[in-house]
């Protein structure tokens, strides 16, 4: 399979393959099947941070009687959302995504003493009570030391930095993940 055989591919076979390169977020997949015909496979990676790029992360305030109204745009907010915690409840119930449990059980964390697991759900929670969405990491860039150290480190950041952060990684993941399908179909990319 190459390139042509991406490009003739009903959008119905493009989600059964590329379905899942944003974690549970089929949605972005589907749109990016109408920019076909891909002239690389790097295409359908801009595809998808275009499309990341286009959903609205600002606060609004807007003056209602001389009050300022805070109005939240959560779009970006909502792709970190779609993702599972680290080592957390899905992992142990065994509810993960297929990519998701790989990279997960790469990193390490699916052999982690209890109290390194201790320590990430207390992070984790720390976290999301923070910033209102989980922590998210490229876990096949990383280890579990270096998980919980950025962890703890990103802990500290601005949320508005933490979002940046955090769609950042989003899109390391889907490189890997699209590279990943490459390699396991044969799709050798000329260019990506
Ligand atoms: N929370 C989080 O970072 N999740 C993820 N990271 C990764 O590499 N795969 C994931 O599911």
């Known amino acids: 399979m190459d390139l042509d055989a991406v490009n003739s591919m009903s959008y119905e076979q493009f989600l059964d393959i590329f379905g899942n390169i ?3 977020c089929p949605i972005i997949t589907a749109a990016v099947w109408s920019r076909r015909p891909f002239s690389s496979f790097g295409e359908v990676e801009d595809g998808v941070h275009e499309f990341i790029e286009s959903l609205p992360i600002s606060v609004e305030f807007l003056e209602e009687n001389s009050h300022k109204i805070c109005t939240k745009k959560q779009g970006k907010e909502g792709i970190l959302r779609c ?3 680290l080592a957390g409840r899905e992992l142990t119930s065994g509810t993960l995504t297929m990519e998701s449990q790989e990279e ?3 990193a390490g964390l699916t052999s982690l003493t209890s109290q390194e697991r201790e320590r990430l759900t207390l992070l984790n929670t720390q976290y999301k ?3 209102g ?3 998210v990491i490229c876990a096949k860039m990383a280890d579990k030391d270096k998980i919980m150290r950025e962890l703890s480190a990103r802990l500290q950041n601005d949320p508005s930095v ?3 952060i955090g769609i950042d990684e989003v899109k390391k993941i889907c490189h890997l ?4 399908i490459l390699r396991k179909g044969s799709l050798l990319p000329t260019k990506l």
């Open 162 to 164: 933490e979002l940046l």
């Open 83 to 85: 993702h599972p915690d």
């Open 22 to 24: 944003i974690e549970k």
């Open 133 to 135: 969405f989980p922590f």
């Open 129 to 131: 009570e923070k910033f």
């Open 104 to 106: 997960q059980r790469g």
């Open 177 to 180: 993940r699209i590279q990943d």
